[in-house]
């Protein structure tokens, strides 16, 4: 009987513990209920519309940002000019100094 009764105690708190739970949720639902959050078609197309300017001014960058690389890539050779000029002239003395040594 004893542990019924500690039983029966402890539901009673849970219970009353319940109720109040019960009272603070309608009084939260009361307070949702009572807030208005306006969510309309033109606050929709507005932040539509800034996010597709944002979004065509990165695209524009972008784009800005590859011709610039596609200049450097039409501009650039495998080997430099002043490679090819310098193994030219070696080629020339080279042949030069074995004309010389032939001929004379």
């Given amino acids: 009987m004893k542990k019924l009764d500690e039983i029966m ?24 209920q009572n807030m208005s959050i306006p969510i309309t078609t033109e606050a929709l197309e507005k932040h539509l519309k800034d996010f597709l300017k944002d979004q065509e001014e990165e695209n524009q ?4 940002i ?12 495998l080997i430099p000019k002043y490679i090819l000029a310098l193994f030219g002239s070696i080629i020339m003395i080279l042949l030069f100094q074995l004309m010389y040594f032939i001929f004379f």
Avoid: C, R, T, Y
């Avoid at 708190?13 to 009272?23: C, G, N, R, S, Y």
């Avoid at 949720?25 to 307070?31: A, G, Q, Y």
């Fill in 9 to 32: 105690e402890l539901m009673a708190d849970e219970m009353a513990d319940f109720k109040v739970a019960i009272l603070q949720l309608k009084e939260h639902s009361k307070k949702l």
């Fill in 66 to 77: 590859l011709k610039e690389i596609n200049e450097k890539l039409q501009g650039a050779v």
């Fill in 61 to 64: 960058l972008k784009i800005d």
